[in-house]
């Protein structure tokens, strides 16, 4: 995945400070703020965020019916609901919502409801939002943070709140989260790249695939004698702008489909992300259209690209579910765990942080739309890449239940690496999870570091684990594997200490390495990630065409970012076949999985030749947290669909 880092949203539960008797509707309630940029390391405030500063707040109320909706996606749904069935079904009740308007309107706010009454959308200024929410904004230099893969979060000036914002409880018990309080964005958008540190020769892989070598990789091809996306529409939330004609030209010219008699829409949520630039994240946008868009070569494209900030994120979802064009849509951007625990620890969220985002993916499965998001890049240690946490972790959004989870493979090949003291064989034999374990020896060997130094540098791999937020899906209890591991201990967490400023959230900094790890086994609890997995490993990796890109063409790309896409234009494919949508694929996908001539094959061999820098195969069991299921047959997976 490009993994990145997604800005914590304010959040509240309403009533948690309920006292014995309910409050009146007047009473003001405290809601908890989502980062605030007095925690970040280094910065320092210079003064009152000026009143006319213009802003964008989404305010996420509560779903109505909500445990009956979960319970109902989970377990597979018979028939799908139209926008206008769901608002009335699940979305917050007309009342609630022109109370909400209403009261926002006395401050000057002006506001945006989503059909599906979910998600309402205000613009207003920060003297505005001051006054409406009893609380105050300054403004911060924040410089610059750690970001994901080693990537820097650039230096910025922002605007935050610094206490806890008021509102009515009349109004605030239904809601769930308010987002957009600060406008810091802490998201590094890129794929994985091969090491700059080495030269790699393969004697038999090749890392300039297409989206053609997916589809006959995974068994997509022969579904195009009688399917290929005509009729549906793909769609991609993205938080970074396109390169215009940038997917039109990799479909046509580069990976030669169609480009023709289809559409591609631009949607720009909340005024859009601006320019489009390499280091805004523009190569995953392109990435995400042209993978996407190349595997379901019928279908109309719709690029949902947002702005960089919180309320972005989550109304890019609640655009797709609101229009409910979409058939089945994807994402490559996230954050690990750790982070919003971390929040959570600060007291600037609570967890109706995944919450919120559940929401939007909860309608879009009620409506039948399928949705992927990239699982990660860092292997098992996802907080490794954008809270500088050594503790084991994964990825949301990906790992909510109501998506799929794409995780992340490497392909069999062999070759050399070449660096500054040398050279040194590699050999996959097979197809593994991806972890960039099996090149740490050779990193060591041909840049003259130590075996410790050549390991830590390269914690990169798909991401895989067990959500500590996000309880196990009923669909999961179907297969063995999904509450108990296997694991390859390279990296013992070591060196704890607080993470977070002004606040004693301990988690581990370093590692203790061994060479020679021991495999070790046990069991864990909640959702687990990912669901299903393919090529992700940039030394068998793929073609990326970015124009604002340092090289416009280039090979050596990889990451989940690419699974996402590739499974979301599959799905569309699948959709074309069926006649239908077939909406949250988990639910069959678990069950065809447990029976008897299962569409995916799992990669379940323990040990070093297959982890993603922990996880590793489950032998005997379906799943594993280091590849989920496994890798696809998609047109079987399409026939078992409609036998179903």
């Known amino acids: 995945m490009g993994v990145l880092a997604v800005a914590t949203p304010v959040a509240v539960t309403a009533g948690a400070a309920q006292a014995a008797t309910t409050p009146g509707s007047s009473t003001p309630e405290k809601i908890p703020t989502g980062v605030l940029a007095s925690s970040l390391q280094g910065a320092s405030a210079f003064g009152t965020t000026p009143a006319s500063t213009p802003e964008q707040v989404s305010f996420i109320l ?69 006054a409406a929410l009893s609380c105050l904004q300054d403004d911060y230099h924040v410089p610059a943070q750690a970001g994901t893969d080693g990537q820097e979060i650039p230096a910025q000036t922002v605007y935050s709140a610094t206490k806890e914002p008021e509102m009515p409880y009349g109004i605030g018990q239904y809601v769930l989260a308010i987002l957009g309080l600060t406008n810091y964005a802490p998201f590094s958008s890129h794929a994985v790249h091969a090491s700059t540190a080495v030269t790699a020769t393969s004697s038999s892989a090749v890392s300039d695939n297409l989206p053609s070598n997916f589809a006959s990789r ?200 070449t660096g500054s003291k040398g050279t040194a064989k590699v050999s996959v034999k097979s197809q593994r999870a991806w972890g960039w374990d099996y090149l740490w020896k050779a990193i060591a060997t041909t840049t003259g570091v130590s ?92 073609l990326l065409y970015e124009p604002s890109g340092t090289t416009v063409l280039e090979g050596d790309w990889g990451g989940t970012s690419f699974i996402a896409p590739q499974l979301n234009g599959s799905t569309a494919v699948i959709d074309s076949y069926l006649g239908h949508r077939v909406g949250l694929l988990n639910p069959s996908l678990y069950a065809l999985a447990a029976g008897p001539d299962s569409p995916v094959t799992p990669l379940n061999t323990a040990g070093t030749s297959n982890d993603n820098i922990f996880y590793t195969g489950n032998p005997g069991e379906l799943y594993n947290e280091a590849t989920g299921l496994g890798v696809p047959n998609l047109t079987k997976l399409a026939v078992d669909l409609a036998g179903q």
């Open 62 to 130: 509560k779903e109505r019916g909500k445990y009956q909706l979960e319970s109902a996606i989970t377990s597979g749904l018979s028939s799908y609901d139209s926008v206008d069935e769901f608002a009335a079904q699940y979305g917050q009740s007309p009342a609630v919502i022109q109370a909400l308007t209403s009261y926002l309107a006395k401050f000057g706010i002006k506001t945006s409801v989503y059909p599906g009454n979910v998600d309402v959308s205000a613009t207003g200024t920060a003297g505005e939002f001051d």
């Open 218 to 417: 995974y068994g997509l091809s022969a579904l195009y004698k009688s399917a290929d996306g005509a009729g549906e529409t793909v769609g991609i939330v993205t938080l970074a702008a396109v390169d215009p004609g940038a997917p039109q030209y990799f479909w046509s010219k580069i990976a030669k489909v169609p480009s023709t008699g289809r559409t591609l829409t631009v949607d720009n949520v909340d005024g859009g992300p601006g320019k489009p630039s390499d280091a805004s994240g523009t190569g995953e946008t392109d990435l995400d259209l042209e993978q996407s868009g190349s595997l379901a070569y019928g279908a109309n494209v719709i690029d949902y690209q947002a702005p960089n900030s919180d309320p972005g994120f989550i109304d890019a979802f609640f655009s797709a579910a609101s229009s409910d064009i979409a058939d089945t849509v994807s994402t490559s951007w996230g954050e690990s765990e750790t982070v919003v625990a971390a929040s959570v620890a600060a007291g600037q969220e609570t967890n109706a942080y995944e919450a919120a985002f559940d929401e939007a993916f909860l309608e879009l499965a009620d409506q039948g739309q399928s949705v992927f998001a990239a699982a990660g890049d860092a292997g098992a240690y996802d907080a490794s890449d954008d809270l500088g946490s050594t503790n084991l972790s994964v990825d949301t959004p990906a790992d909510s239940p109501y998506l799929t989870a794409a995780g992340g493979t490497t392909l069999p090949w062999s070759g050399k690496l």
């Open 451 to 542: 075996y410790a130094s050549a390991a830590t540098s390269a914690v990169v791999g798909g991401g895989g684990g067990f959500s500590s937020v996000e309880p196990e899906p009923s669909y999961q209890t179907l297969v063995s594997g999904t509450s108990n591991y296997h694991g390859v201990q390279y990296l013992t967490p070591t060196d704890y200490e607080s993470v977070v400023k002004g606040t004693d959230f301990t988690e581990p900094t370093s590692w203790s390495v061994t060479s020679t790890p021991p495999l070790v086994s046990g069991g864990g609890s909640g959702r687990a990630v990912p669901d299903l997995s393919a090529d992700a490993d940039p030394y068998t990796g793929y």
